[in-house]
Protein backbone atom coordinates (compact mmCIF):
# COMPACT_ATOMS: atom_id res chain seq x y z
CA UNK A 1 0.00 0.00 0.00
CA UNK A 2 2.86 2.38 0.87
CA UNK A 3 4.21 1.51 -2.83
CA UNK A 4 1.34 2.28 -4.50
CA UNK A 5 0.97 5.68 -2.63
CA UNK A 6 4.29 6.52 -3.49
CA UNK A 7 4.17 5.86 -6.90
CA UNK A 8 0.55 7.75 -6.64
CA UNK A 9 2.30 10.78 -5.30
CA UNK A 10 5.62 10.71 -7.48
CA UNK A 11 3.16 10.39 -10.69
CA UNK A 12 1.03 13.35 -9.30
CA UNK A 13 3.90 15.06 -9.11
CA UNK A 14 5.79 14.28 -12.08
CA UNK A 15 3.14 12.97 -14.49
CA UNK A 16 0.56 13.64 -16.55
CA UNK A 17 -2.14 14.90 -15.13
CA UNK A 18 -4.74 14.53 -17.70
CA UNK A 19 -3.92 10.90 -19.10
CA UNK A 20 -2.59 8.88 -15.71
CA UNK A 21 -5.36 9.94 -13.40
CA UNK A 22 -9.26 9.15 -13.53
CA UNK A 23 -11.09 11.06 -10.96
CA UNK A 24 -13.31 8.38 -9.51
CA UNK A 25 -14.31 8.60 -5.86
CA UNK A 26 -14.96 5.63 -4.65
CA UNK A 27 -15.74 4.08 -0.43
CA UNK A 28 -12.87 2.87 0.88
CA UNK A 29 -9.21 3.76 1.56
CA UNK A 30 -8.25 4.48 -2.11
CA UNK A 31 -10.40 7.86 -2.64
CA UNK A 32 -8.84 8.68 -6.18
CA UNK A 33 -8.54 5.61 -8.66
CA UNK A 34 -5.60 6.04 -10.88
CA UNK A 35 -4.76 4.38 -13.67
CA UNK A 36 -0.95 3.49 -13.70
CA UNK A 37 -1.50 2.12 -9.87
CA UNK A 38 -4.59 0.14 -10.13
CA UNK A 39 -2.31 -0.95 -13.18
CA UNK A 40 0.74 -1.77 -11.24
CA UNK A 41 -1.58 -4.06 -8.78
CA UNK A 42 -3.50 -5.81 -11.42
CA UNK A 43 0.02 -6.65 -12.76
CA UNK A 44 0.75 -7.95 -9.27
CA UNK A 45 -2.08 -10.00 -9.20
CA UNK A 46 -1.79 -11.49 -12.24
CA UNK A 47 1.83 -11.94 -11.23
CA UNK A 48 0.70 -14.34 -8.19
CA UNK A 49 0.97 -12.02 -5.52
CA UNK A 50 -1.79 -12.76 -3.00
CA UNK A 51 -1.20 -9.43 -1.42
CA UNK A 52 -2.01 -7.58 -3.92
CA UNK A 53 -5.15 -9.33 -5.06
CA UNK A 54 -6.06 -9.12 -1.10
CA UNK A 55 -5.70 -5.41 -1.19
CA UNK A 56 -8.02 -5.04 -4.32
CA UNK A 57 -10.82 -7.36 -2.27
CA UNK A 58 -10.68 -4.95 0.50
CA UNK A 59 -10.57 -1.31 -1.68
CA UNK A 60 -13.81 -2.54 -4.08
CA UNK A 61 -15.83 -4.91 -1.96
CA UNK A 62 -17.97 -2.04 0.13
CA UNK A 63 -18.93 -0.91 -3.05
CA UNK A 64 -19.35 -3.69 -5.15
CA UNK A 65 -21.59 -5.32 -2.43
CA UNK A 66 -23.51 -2.15 -1.94
CA UNK A 67 -24.19 -1.72 -5.82
CA UNK A 68 -25.44 -5.41 -5.28
CA UNK A 69 -27.91 -4.99 -2.22
CA UNK A 70 -29.62 -1.85 -3.82
CA UNK A 71 -29.93 -3.83 -6.87
CA UNK A 72 -31.22 -7.50 -5.53
CA UNK A 73 -32.50 -5.91 -2.67
CA UNK A 74 -31.73 -8.80 0.13
CA UNK A 75 -28.23 -8.91 2.44
CA UNK A 76 -28.04 -12.88 1.69
CA UNK A 77 -27.99 -12.45 -2.41
CA UNK A 78 -25.43 -9.45 -2.39
CA UNK A 79 -23.44 -11.10 -0.31
CA UNK A 80 -23.27 -14.16 -3.00
CA UNK A 81 -23.55 -11.63 -5.93
CA UNK A 82 -20.34 -10.05 -4.65
CA UNK A 83 -18.58 -13.24 -4.16
CA UNK A 84 -19.55 -14.34 -7.69
CA UNK A 85 -18.14 -10.80 -8.96
CA UNK A 86 -14.65 -11.18 -7.11
CA UNK A 87 -14.63 -14.68 -8.95
CA UNK A 88 -15.22 -13.57 -11.95
CA UNK A 89 -12.99 -10.28 -11.11
CA UNK A 90 -9.89 -12.90 -10.42
CA UNK A 91 -10.55 -15.53 -13.57
CA UNK A 92 -11.06 -12.29 -16.10
CA UNK A 93 -8.04 -9.92 -14.71
CA UNK A 94 -5.33 -10.93 -17.13
CA UNK A 95 -7.75 -9.09 -19.67
CA UNK A 96 -8.36 -5.67 -17.96
CA UNK A 97 -6.61 -3.47 -19.96
CA UNK A 98 -5.97 -0.10 -18.66
CA UNK A 99 -5.77 1.77 -21.98
CA UNK A 100 -9.55 1.65 -22.44
CA UNK A 101 -10.96 2.62 -19.45
CA UNK A 102 -10.85 3.02 -15.27
CA UNK A 103 -10.68 -0.35 -13.59
CA UNK A 104 -13.62 0.95 -11.49
CA UNK A 105 -15.54 1.18 -14.44
CA UNK A 106 -14.18 -2.36 -15.37
CA UNK A 107 -15.45 -3.54 -11.70
CA UNK A 108 -18.74 -1.85 -12.30
CA UNK A 109 -19.21 -3.73 -15.36
CA UNK A 110 -18.59 -7.62 -14.21
CA UNK A 111 -21.18 -6.22 -11.59
CA UNK A 112 -23.61 -5.21 -13.56
CA UNK A 113 -23.38 -8.41 -16.11
CA UNK A 114 -23.71 -10.30 -13.04
CA UNK A 115 -26.79 -8.77 -11.70
CA UNK A 116 -28.31 -8.68 -15.25
CA UNK A 117 -28.11 -12.64 -15.15
CA UNK A 118 -29.06 -13.02 -12.03
CA UNK A 119 -31.85 -11.14 -12.67
CA UNK A 120 -33.11 -12.99 -15.38
CA UNK A 121 -32.21 -16.01 -13.09
CA UNK A 122 -34.65 -14.99 -10.41
CA UNK A 123 -37.82 -13.91 -12.86
CA UNK A 124 -39.61 -16.42 -12.27
CA UNK A 125 -39.51 -16.40 -8.53
CA UNK A 126 -40.44 -12.83 -8.55
CA UNK A 127 -43.26 -13.27 -10.19
CA UNK A 128 -44.82 -15.31 -8.42
CA UNK A 129 -43.76 -13.19 -4.67
CA UNK A 130 -46.55 -10.63 -4.24
CA UNK A 131 -45.43 -6.40 -4.50
CA UNK A 132 -46.10 -5.63 -0.90
CA UNK A 133 -43.33 -8.30 0.19
CA UNK A 134 -39.85 -7.18 -1.11
CA UNK A 135 -37.67 -8.19 1.09
CA UNK A 136 -35.37 -5.99 2.96
CA UNK A 137 -32.10 -7.39 5.13
CA UNK A 138 -33.55 -5.53 8.31
CA UNK A 139 -37.20 -6.05 7.58
CA UNK A 140 -39.43 -8.78 8.14
CA UNK A 141 -41.43 -8.52 5.09
CA UNK A 142 -43.50 -5.71 5.56
CA UNK A 143 -45.91 -4.14 3.52
CA UNK A 144 -44.68 -0.31 2.14
CA UNK A 145 -47.84 1.31 3.65
CA UNK A 146 -47.18 -0.88 7.30
CA UNK A 147 -43.58 0.70 6.70
CA UNK A 148 -44.68 4.05 6.62
CA UNK A 149 -47.16 4.03 9.51
CA UNK A 150 -44.97 2.07 12.26
CA UNK A 151 -42.09 5.33 11.21
CA UNK A 152 -44.34 8.20 13.35
CA UNK A 153 -44.32 5.63 16.43
CA UNK A 154 -40.31 5.47 17.20
CA UNK A 155 -38.88 8.98 18.77
CA UNK A 156 -35.58 8.26 18.09
CA UNK A 157 -34.44 10.02 14.98
CA UNK A 158 -32.18 7.75 14.17
CA UNK A 159 -34.40 4.57 13.83
CA UNK A 160 -36.69 7.03 12.04
CA UNK A 161 -34.25 7.64 9.34
CA UNK A 162 -33.31 4.07 8.97
CA UNK A 163 -36.73 3.62 8.69
CA UNK A 164 -37.03 5.95 5.86
CA UNK A 165 -34.11 4.12 4.17
CA UNK A 166 -35.56 0.81 3.82
CA UNK A 167 -38.91 2.48 2.74
CA UNK A 168 -36.63 3.99 -0.41
CA UNK A 169 -35.21 0.70 -0.64
CA UNK A 170 -38.07 -1.36 -1.32
CA UNK A 171 -39.20 1.80 -3.52
CA UNK A 172 -36.43 1.61 -5.40
CA UNK A 173 -36.90 -2.25 -5.56
CA UNK A 174 -39.77 -1.49 -7.06
CA UNK A 175 -38.62 0.26 -10.30
CA UNK A 176 -37.48 -1.55 -13.69
CA UNK A 177 -34.14 -2.67 -13.46
CA UNK A 178 -32.73 -0.80 -16.69
CA UNK A 179 -34.09 2.82 -14.02
CA UNK A 180 -32.87 0.69 -10.67
CA UNK A 181 -29.12 0.23 -12.33
CA UNK A 182 -29.06 4.21 -13.48
CA UNK A 183 -30.03 5.52 -10.34
CA UNK A 184 -27.80 2.84 -8.09
CA UNK A 185 -24.87 4.01 -10.36
CA UNK A 186 -25.48 7.90 -10.59
CA UNK A 187 -27.16 9.09 -7.57
CA UNK A 188 -25.50 6.19 -5.12
CA UNK A 189 -21.92 5.77 -6.88
CA UNK A 190 -21.53 8.75 -7.74
CA UNK A 191 -20.80 7.64 -11.16
CA UNK A 192 -20.83 10.28 -14.29
CA UNK A 193 -22.39 9.83 -17.29
CA UNK A 194 -19.78 8.75 -19.62
CA UNK A 195 -18.99 6.08 -17.54
CA UNK A 196 -22.40 4.53 -16.82
CA UNK A 197 -23.15 4.64 -19.95
CA UNK A 198 -19.78 2.67 -20.91
CA UNK A 199 -20.95 0.25 -18.18
CA UNK A 200 -24.75 -0.20 -19.03
CA UNK A 201 -23.31 0.37 -22.99
CA UNK A 202 -26.18 2.88 -24.00
CA UNK A 203 -25.43 6.23 -25.27
CA UNK A 204 -25.40 8.88 -22.57
CA UNK A 205 -28.69 11.05 -23.70
CA UNK A 206 -30.35 7.56 -22.91
CA UNK A 207 -28.43 7.33 -19.29
CA UNK A 208 -29.51 10.78 -18.70
CA UNK A 209 -33.15 10.11 -19.69
CA UNK A 210 -33.49 6.98 -17.51
CA UNK A 211 -32.29 8.89 -14.91
CA UNK A 212 -34.65 11.29 -15.04
CA UNK A 213 -37.64 8.96 -15.33
CA UNK A 214 -35.96 6.84 -12.41
CA UNK A 215 -36.16 9.73 -9.79
CA UNK A 216 -39.38 10.76 -11.30
CA UNK A 217 -41.17 7.67 -10.78
CA UNK A 218 -39.54 6.93 -7.38
CA UNK A 219 -40.60 9.96 -5.93
CA UNK A 220 -43.83 9.30 -6.97
CA UNK A 221 -44.02 5.32 -5.72
CA UNK A 222 -43.12 7.12 -2.76
CA UNK A 223 -45.49 10.27 -2.78
CA UNK A 224 -48.45 7.93 -3.78
CA UNK A 225 -47.50 5.52 -0.70
CA UNK A 226 -47.47 8.08 1.78
CA UNK A 227 -50.56 9.82 0.74
CA UNK A 228 -52.63 6.28 1.33
CA UNK A 229 -50.87 6.09 4.79
CA UNK A 230 -51.88 9.49 5.57
CA UNK B 1 -43.16 13.69 -23.43
CA UNK B 2 -45.12 15.75 -25.71
CA UNK B 3 -42.84 17.68 -27.81
CA UNK B 4 -43.80 21.15 -27.64
CA UNK B 5 -42.16 24.29 -27.60
CA UNK B 6 -43.00 26.90 -24.97
CA UNK B 7 -40.43 29.70 -24.13
CA UNK B 8 -38.02 28.82 -27.07
CA UNK B 9 -37.52 24.95 -25.48
CA UNK B 10 -38.74 21.78 -26.73
CA UNK B 11 -39.74 19.33 -24.27
CA UNK B 12 -36.82 17.00 -25.14
CA UNK B 13 -34.54 19.51 -25.25
CA UNK B 14 -36.06 20.34 -21.38
CA UNK B 15 -35.11 16.48 -20.98
CA UNK B 16 -32.07 16.33 -22.19
CA UNK B 17 -30.87 18.91 -19.77
CA UNK B 18 -32.61 18.10 -16.87
CA UNK B 19 -29.72 15.83 -15.45
CA UNK B 20 -27.46 18.61 -15.48
CA UNK B 21 -29.98 21.13 -13.89
CA UNK B 22 -30.73 18.79 -10.90
CA UNK B 23 -26.45 18.45 -10.88
CA UNK B 24 -26.33 22.08 -11.03
CA UNK B 25 -24.16 22.31 -14.13
CA UNK B 26 -26.52 24.88 -16.35
CA UNK B 27 -25.29 28.48 -15.82
CA UNK B 28 -26.86 31.95 -17.50
CA UNK B 29 -29.00 32.06 -20.70
CA UNK B 30 -29.76 28.15 -20.83
CA UNK B 31 -30.16 28.35 -16.87
CA UNK B 32 -33.20 30.87 -17.48
CA UNK B 33 -34.44 28.96 -20.33
CA UNK B 34 -34.83 25.96 -18.46
CA UNK B 35 -36.65 27.28 -15.82
CA UNK B 36 -39.21 29.37 -17.76
CA UNK B 37 -39.85 26.25 -19.56
CA UNK B 38 -40.49 24.49 -16.54
CA UNK B 39 -42.45 26.53 -15.20
CA UNK B 40 -44.65 27.47 -18.47
CA UNK B 41 -45.28 23.70 -19.64
CA UNK B 42 -47.66 21.48 -17.67
CA UNK B 43 -45.40 18.29 -18.27
CA UNK B 44 -42.07 19.58 -18.00
CA UNK B 45 -42.87 21.55 -14.39
CA UNK B 46 -43.91 18.48 -12.28
CA UNK B 47 -41.34 16.03 -13.69
CA UNK B 48 -38.55 18.88 -12.65
CA UNK B 49 -40.08 18.18 -9.38
CA UNK B 50 -40.48 14.91 -9.02
CA UNK B 51 -36.70 14.13 -10.50
CA UNK B 52 -35.65 16.51 -7.57
CA UNK B 53 -37.48 14.70 -4.94
CA UNK B 54 -36.42 11.23 -5.95
CA UNK B 55 -32.46 12.47 -5.89
CA UNK B 56 -33.64 13.42 -2.55
CA UNK B 57 -34.46 10.73 -1.37
CA UNK B 58 -31.69 8.61 -2.83
CA UNK B 59 -29.67 11.04 -1.78
CA UNK B 60 -30.45 9.80 1.96
CA UNK B 61 -29.85 6.47 1.63
CA UNK B 62 -26.56 5.76 3.29
CA UNK B 63 -23.93 3.08 2.71
CA UNK B 64 -24.69 -0.22 3.88
CA UNK B 65 -22.05 -2.01 5.88
CA UNK B 66 -21.01 -5.51 4.05
CA UNK B 67 -20.98 -8.78 6.60
CA UNK B 68 -17.41 -9.03 8.70
CA UNK B 69 -16.51 -12.35 7.26
CA UNK B 70 -17.13 -11.37 3.34
CA UNK B 71 -13.25 -10.27 2.49
CA UNK B 72 -12.28 -13.62 3.94
CA UNK B 73 -14.94 -15.58 1.98
CA UNK B 74 -13.76 -13.87 -1.16
CA UNK B 75 -10.17 -14.94 -0.14
CA UNK B 76 -11.14 -18.09 0.20
CA UNK B 77 -13.05 -18.36 -2.68
CA UNK B 78 -10.37 -16.91 -5.15
CA UNK B 79 -7.21 -17.20 -3.41
CA UNK B 80 -8.09 -20.65 -2.71
CA UNK B 81 -8.49 -21.25 -6.49
CA UNK B 82 -5.16 -20.35 -7.13
CA UNK B 83 -2.95 -22.44 -4.67
CA UNK B 84 -5.13 -25.39 -5.79
CA UNK B 85 -4.33 -24.62 -9.47
CA UNK B 86 -0.65 -24.41 -8.82
CA UNK B 87 -0.49 -27.47 -6.88
CA UNK B 88 -2.41 -28.89 -9.37
CA UNK B 89 0.51 -27.50 -12.21
CA UNK B 90 3.46 -28.64 -10.16
CA UNK B 91 1.63 -32.62 -9.15
CA UNK B 92 1.49 -33.15 -13.09
CA UNK B 93 5.16 -31.83 -13.62
CA UNK B 94 6.13 -34.52 -10.66
CA UNK B 95 4.07 -37.16 -12.23
CA UNK B 96 6.45 -39.88 -13.23
CA UNK B 97 6.59 -41.48 -16.67
CA UNK B 98 4.08 -43.88 -17.49
CA UNK B 99 4.21 -46.20 -20.33
CA UNK B 100 1.52 -46.33 -23.22
CA UNK B 101 0.14 -49.59 -22.17
CA UNK B 102 -0.31 -48.78 -18.64
CA UNK B 103 -2.28 -46.00 -19.98
CA UNK B 104 -4.66 -48.19 -22.06
CA UNK B 105 -4.57 -50.46 -19.63
CA UNK B 106 -5.59 -47.28 -17.13
CA UNK B 107 -8.02 -45.99 -19.24
CA UNK B 108 -9.76 -49.81 -20.23
CA UNK B 109 -10.09 -50.44 -16.77
CA UNK B 110 -11.76 -46.59 -16.06
CA UNK B 111 -14.62 -48.01 -18.91
CA UNK B 112 -15.16 -51.33 -17.42
CA UNK B 113 -14.87 -50.52 -13.50
CA UNK B 114 -18.42 -49.38 -13.36
CA UNK B 115 -19.52 -51.98 -15.54
CA UNK B 116 -17.63 -54.35 -13.55
CA UNK B 117 -19.36 -52.71 -10.50
CA UNK B 118 -23.01 -53.43 -11.30
CA UNK B 119 -22.20 -56.95 -12.30
CA UNK B 120 -21.09 -57.43 -9.24
CA UNK B 121 -24.23 -56.47 -7.55
CA UNK B 122 -26.13 -59.65 -5.94
CA UNK B 123 -28.74 -58.92 -7.86
CA UNK B 124 -26.91 -59.08 -10.83
CA UNK B 125 -25.60 -62.22 -9.83
CA UNK B 126 -28.34 -64.11 -8.88
CA UNK B 127 -30.29 -63.23 -12.18
CA UNK B 128 -27.01 -64.36 -13.99
CA UNK B 129 -26.57 -67.77 -11.73
CA UNK B 130 -30.80 -68.22 -12.64
CA UNK B 131 -29.89 -68.02 -16.55
CA UNK B 132 -27.40 -70.27 -16.53
CA UNK B 133 -29.34 -72.90 -14.23
CA UNK B 134 -32.31 -72.94 -16.94
CA UNK B 135 -30.19 -72.88 -19.90
CA UNK B 136 -28.47 -76.19 -18.55
CA UNK B 137 -31.77 -77.96 -17.45
CA UNK B 138 -33.16 -77.18 -20.95
CA UNK B 139 -30.52 -78.87 -22.64
CA UNK B 140 -30.39 -81.15 -20.57
CA UNK B 141 -34.12 -82.18 -20.96
CA UNK B 142 -33.71 -81.69 -24.89
CA UNK B 143 -31.08 -84.47 -24.72
CA UNK B 144 -28.31 -82.07 -25.35
CA UNK B 145 -24.85 -83.20 -23.92
CA UNK B 146 -21.54 -81.41 -24.34
CA UNK B 147 -19.59 -84.51 -25.70
CA UNK B 148 -22.03 -84.38 -28.84
CA UNK B 149 -20.58 -81.20 -29.52
CA UNK B 150 -17.16 -82.81 -30.24
CA UNK B 151 -18.98 -85.01 -33.06
CA UNK B 152 -20.20 -82.78 -34.69
CA UNK B 153 -19.17 -82.92 -38.50
CA UNK B 154 -18.93 -79.57 -40.23
CA UNK B 155 -18.59 -80.76 -43.59
CA UNK B 156 -20.61 -79.12 -46.41
CA UNK B 157 -22.46 -82.42 -47.21
CA UNK B 158 -23.25 -82.81 -43.27
CA UNK B 159 -24.25 -79.92 -42.84
CA UNK B 160 -26.80 -79.96 -46.00
CA UNK B 161 -27.88 -83.35 -44.30
CA UNK B 162 -28.34 -81.85 -41.15
CA UNK B 163 -29.87 -79.36 -42.45
CA UNK B 164 -32.48 -81.42 -44.61
CA UNK B 165 -33.38 -83.86 -41.71
CA UNK B 166 -34.01 -80.48 -39.51
CA UNK B 167 -36.42 -79.00 -41.98
CA UNK B 168 -38.33 -82.55 -42.42
CA UNK B 169 -38.93 -82.69 -39.09
CA UNK B 170 -39.84 -79.30 -38.63
CA UNK B 171 -42.24 -79.66 -41.18
CA UNK B 172 -43.85 -82.56 -39.79
CA UNK B 173 -43.83 -81.28 -36.45
CA UNK B 174 -45.83 -78.48 -37.85
CA UNK B 175 -48.31 -80.62 -40.03
CA UNK B 176 -49.00 -83.01 -36.85
CA UNK B 177 -50.30 -79.91 -34.81
CA UNK B 178 -53.85 -80.45 -33.98
CA UNK B 179 -54.66 -77.16 -34.05
CA UNK B 180 -53.10 -76.38 -37.50
CA UNK B 181 -54.70 -79.86 -39.10
CA UNK B 182 -58.49 -78.56 -37.68
CA UNK B 183 -58.13 -75.15 -39.34
CA UNK B 184 -56.79 -76.62 -42.66
CA UNK B 185 -59.78 -78.95 -42.55
CA UNK B 186 -62.27 -76.54 -41.22
CA UNK B 187 -61.16 -74.00 -44.29
CA UNK B 188 -61.13 -76.76 -46.65
CA UNK B 189 -64.81 -77.87 -45.63
CA UNK B 190 -65.62 -73.91 -46.10
CA UNK B 191 -64.42 -73.66 -49.49
CA UNK B 192 -66.50 -76.42 -50.41
CA UNK B 193 -69.66 -75.40 -48.91
CA UNK B 194 -69.09 -71.57 -50.36
CA UNK B 195 -68.26 -72.19 -53.51
CA UNK B 196 -71.21 -71.86 -56.13
CA UNK B 197 -72.40 -75.35 -57.64
CA UNK B 198 -70.20 -76.11 -61.21
CA UNK B 199 -72.96 -75.33 -64.21
CA UNK B 200 -73.29 -78.50 -65.66
CA UNK B 201 -71.23 -80.04 -68.22
CA UNK B 202 -72.19 -79.11 -72.10
CA UNK B 203 -73.16 -82.46 -72.80
CA UNK B 204 -74.67 -84.71 -70.53
CA UNK B 205 -73.41 -87.91 -70.94
CA UNK B 206 -75.49 -90.90 -72.13
CA UNK B 207 -76.05 -93.11 -69.51
CA UNK B 208 -77.80 -95.86 -72.05
CA UNK B 209 -74.59 -96.38 -74.01
CA UNK B 210 -72.17 -96.17 -71.45
CA UNK B 211 -70.84 -99.29 -71.00
CA UNK B 212 -68.04 -98.28 -69.27
CA UNK B 213 -69.70 -98.36 -65.21
CA UNK B 214 -67.59 -95.25 -64.44
CA UNK B 215 -68.93 -92.77 -62.33
CA UNK B 216 -69.69 -89.47 -63.56
CA UNK B 217 -67.75 -87.91 -61.15
CA UNK B 218 -64.21 -88.71 -59.44
CA UNK B 219 -65.08 -89.79 -55.96
CA UNK B 220 -63.17 -87.28 -53.53
CA UNK B 221 -61.07 -89.50 -51.62
CA UNK B 222 -61.51 -87.76 -48.09
CA UNK B 223 -60.50 -90.03 -45.65
CA UNK B 224 -61.16 -88.43 -42.49
CA UNK B 225 -63.93 -86.09 -42.75
CA UNK B 226 -65.01 -86.20 -39.39
CA UNK B 227 -63.99 -88.32 -36.69
CA UNK B 228 -66.89 -89.81 -36.28
CA UNK B 229 -67.93 -90.40 -40.09
CA UNK B 230 -69.56 -94.16 -40.14
CA UNK B 231 -67.46 -96.35 -43.07
CA UNK B 232 -69.56 -99.24 -43.99
CA UNK B 233 -67.55 -102.40 -44.01
CA UNK B 234 -68.10 -103.73 -47.55
CA UNK B 235 -71.65 -105.68 -47.74
CA UNK B 236 -71.47 -107.36 -50.62
CA UNK B 237 -74.55 -109.53 -49.75
CA UNK B 238 -76.42 -106.08 -50.33
CA UNK B 239 -75.76 -107.45 -54.02
CA UNK B 240 -78.26 -110.30 -54.59
CA UNK B 241 -76.34 -111.31 -57.91
CA UNK B 242 -72.89 -111.34 -56.24
CA UNK B 243 -71.47 -114.27 -54.43
CA UNK B 244 -72.29 -114.61 -51.20
CA UNK B 245 -69.69 -115.85 -48.52
CA UNK B 246 -70.31 -116.63 -44.89
CA UNK B 247 -70.07 -113.21 -44.23
CA UNK B 248 -73.10 -112.48 -45.55
CA UNK B 249 -75.32 -111.96 -42.28
CA UNK B 250 -72.69 -110.01 -40.92
CA UNK B 251 -73.88 -107.18 -38.94
CA UNK B 252 -73.12 -103.48 -40.23
CA UNK B 253 -70.57 -102.02 -37.53
CA UNK B 254 -70.14 -98.58 -37.04
CA UNK B 255 -66.02 -98.13 -37.47
CA UNK B 256 -64.81 -95.02 -35.91
CA UNK B 257 -61.31 -93.68 -37.49
CA UNK B 258 -59.00 -91.89 -35.16
CA UNK B 259 -56.39 -90.16 -36.33
CA UNK B 260 -53.15 -89.81 -34.74
CA UNK B 261 -51.87 -86.65 -33.60
CA UNK B 262 -48.24 -86.25 -32.73
Same mark, same amino acid.
Given at each position: ?5 S ?13 S?V??VI????QV ?11 R?I??D ?11 H??I??I??RF?G ?5 Q ?21 G?F ?7 T????V ?5 T????M???ID ?10 P?S?Q????SA?P ?13 H ?7 PE?RE ?6 L ?10 VL ?5 T?K??IN????E?A????R ?6 | ?8 MRC?EF?L &? *?S $? %??? =??L??A? /??R???? #???CEACGP &? *?? $? %??? =?R????? /? ?5 ? #? ?7 ASTS ?13 D?Q????WL??VQ ?7 E????TV?Q ?5 S?G???F???V ?5 G???ADL ?6 P ?8 H????V?HY ?5 I????E ?5 V???V?P??P ?9 N ?5 PD?P?E????Q???Q ?5 A?S??PQG?C????D ?5 V????RFV
Amino acid at each position: MVLELSVFWLLQAFGPQDQSQVGTVISGELQVEDVQVVAMLVRRCIAGDSAAWEEIVQTYHRRIYNICYRFAGSGDDAQDLTQEVFIKMYRTLPSYDHTKGAFVTWVTTITRNLLVDHFRKTKQDRMTDSIDTVASEHEDAQPLSEQIQDQSAPPDARVRSREVGETVHAALARLSPELREALILRDLQDMDYREIASVLKVPEGTVKSRINRGRAELARLLQRTYRQVM | MPDQTSNGMRCNEFDL &L *LS $D %AID =GALSGAE /LSRFQAH #AQSCEACGP &L *LA $D %AEA =GRGWLKG /LTEVEPP #ANLVTAILASTSGGVDTQRLRVNARDNQPQVSWLERVQASLFGYLEPIWATVRQPRFAMSFGMAFFALSVGLTVAGVKPADLANISLRPTSIKRTYAHTQARVVHYYENIRIVYEVESLARQVKRNVAPAEPGPAKQKDHKNDTTQQPDQPQERNYSQSDTQLILASAPSIAPQGPCFDSCDLPVVPVTTYRRFV
